[in-house]
């Protein structure tokens, strides 16, 4: 038998070696360095790591949002780290690694509810030059407050949400029905409207057992003059707030006008309803809109968008959502990562991120400008949503009253515990948080 010639079948890697060999021959002795391509920073230059959650939208959006910067700022490298999706996850990555003083990552974006946590814990560097008060002033001041802790400021407002009121304007039209500004004309057309049409909810909203939840709560509490915390007193337990949750309960059992899965709803469950035409009323957050808008939805061109309603001789509040950014305490690159969050707040990134990705504006004057307005109509209606937006309790504890408020809430909705024993069950254990930390 003659021997097989070991030059007539080469193996794939084989074949694959000779046909890199020229190109490897000239990394390794002319350009090794160089062979890193973007991958690396060039002489001179600093790399920023920056940890965030999932960018909505086209990543190349914000991909060149940054390559917009490394132009600007030659002398510095950004390195673009995403963390999981889930806030829980984000939040425990960041309390992981900064309890070990890590400097593996220089800016950090966070919820609105964990600055004060995080400032306590001295894992943020003080901003309070980099946003000096005369410039505090062109933020809404809702997220201002949510990044002041002690009198300094912790991070910088970089896109701002709040919840809103969506509304099918054919059908109200078609009823006679203008958007409602309090809680019980919302019933009143709700409740004709889904008796009018086949196979619709009223008013749907976010009522699983959840940070959302909370949202939600707050909203009808804030729109019936109660509160949480006031003047440093926990008064969840007011006459108004049960008022407030009790008729939530109502909107399910007695109007009839909210289905009962909304006790087990979230945000795309809700908007999925909404935005099969099966629903009035939804209250969400201002992502949504685009959505409704997409060519092919079945609500396209009849959506409205409104401020939440309230309860009478009362003013009407939104729960304030959004991201800010911060730099990690023990960054090893502090004022390149100012100039880098000092960038991606400025009025020319947040209106670039406004058009690319929806992510709404915490800059006030962005709610006027002719072309942001021209490509989102409704942003103009926003501004004063924003303007009403309020933060949760402004506490380095948020997290652990939002895991005492969430199943409290929960049992009061589903009829398992009175609203009055919830209540004062979720005012005991806020009392005995505040007092172990203090």
């Known amino acids: 038998m003659a021997q097989a010639n070991p030059l007539a079948a080469r193996s794939p890697v084989r074949t694959l070696l000779t046909r890199l060999a020229p190109t490897l021959a000239f990394c390794l002795l002319v350009l090794l360095p160089g062979c890193q391509g973007h991958d690396g920073p060039r002489q001179g230059q600093v790399t920023v790591v920056f940890k965030h959650g999932k960018i909505a939208g086209d990543p190349e959006s914000f ?15 950004v390195k673009d780290e995403p963390l999981p999706a889930t806030t829980d996850e984000q939040h425990q990555f960041y309390a992981i690694n900064m ?11 966070m919820d609105v509810v964990w600055v004060p946590e995080f400032a306590r814990a001295g894992w943020l560097r003080n901003l309070s030059d980099v946003l000096p008060p005369a410039r505090r002033d062109s933020f809404f001041s809702a997220p201002m407050t949510a990044v002041t802790y002690g009198g300094n400021v912790y991070a910088i407002p970089w896109y701002i949400d709040a919840g809103v009121l969506y509304y099918r304007k054919d059908l109200l039209e078609k009823y006679g029905f203008a958007p409602p500004t309090t809680w019980l004309k919302l019933v009143r057309a709700a409740s004709h409207i889904a008796k009018m049409e086949p196979d619709m909810y009223g008013f749907v909203w976010q009522g699983k057992q959840y940070e959302g939840l909370v949202c939600n709560v707050l909203e009808y509490m804030w729109g019936n003059g109660g509160d949480v915390i006031q003047a440093g007193d926990v008064v969840i337990d007011s006459p108004q707030n049960r008022e407030a949750l009790d008729f939530m309960k109502d909107l399910i059992f007695r109007y009839e006008v909210s289905p009962a899965l909304v006790t087990t709803s979230i945000e795309e469950t809700t908007r ?18 685009t959505i409704f808008e997409r060519p ?10 409104a401020m939440l309603p309230r309860f009478p001789g009362h003013e009407t509040a939104s729960t304030l ?7 990690n305490a023990y960054s090893e690159h502090p004022k390149e990562a100012e100039r880098l969050i000092e960038f991606l707040t400025s009025y020319e990134s947040q209106k670039t991120l406004a058009l690319t ?10 709610y006027a400008d002719p072309e942001l307005r021209g490509a989102q109509p409704f942003m103009a209606g926003l501004y004063e949503i924003m303007e009403h937006a309020r933060p949760r309790p402004v506490t380095p504890y948020y997290m652990m009253i939002s895991q005492v408020m969430q199943p409290e809430f929960s049992a009061a909705l589903a009829g398992v515990k009175d609203t009055e024993e919830a209540l004062a069950s979720a005012r005991r254990q806020i009392q005995f948080i505040l007092r172990t930390e203090d």
Do not use: C
């Open 272 to 289: 999925h309803i909404f935005g099969n035409g099966r629903a009035v009323f939804m209250r969400n957050w201002p992502y949504a809109w």
């Open 99 to 109: 309890e070990g003083e890590s400097s593996d990552f220089d800016v950090l974006s």
């Open 357 to 366: 990705v929806g992510y709404k504006p915490t800059l006030k004057s962005l």
């Open 63 to 77: 991909a060149r949002l940054i390559a917009r910067f490394e132009d600007l700022n030659p002398d510095i490298r």
């Open 296 to 305: 092919g939805s079945p609500v396209r061109g009849k959506v409205g968008v």
């Open 321 to 327: 959502g959004g991201w800010q950014l911060g730099v």
